[in-house]
């Protein structure tokens, strides 16, 4: 099981960027996948969520502004993040639970910098 996040960069507040989730090694359709952040100095977070129907939720700092979403034709995960805060900087990880081998598995995390 591999997952590859991308899409991270420095951003101005108030703006937008996009995060990628490449999965490989599972049936991608299959699985409720999840955004996690860690800020520095912060224990990690989950942002948001999308089942495998496509049922999404957000932790509530980022209801309004983040959009989860999944392409299971190219086996990728999405957040859409708007309206971007300062404190929204933190690295970004897309993780999966696979119950087969009993764990999560995690991206390799990707930096979002929020700052004017």
Known sequence: VQLQASGGGSVQPGGSLRLSCAASGIVFKLFTMRWYRQAPGKERELVAVIT???????TDSVKGRFTISRDNA??????QMDSLKSEDTAVYFCSTYVTRYGRDYWGQGTLVTVSS
């Open 52 to 58: 495998s129907e496509g049922a999404a939720n957000y």
């Open 74 to 79: 190219r086996r990728r995960l999405y957040l």
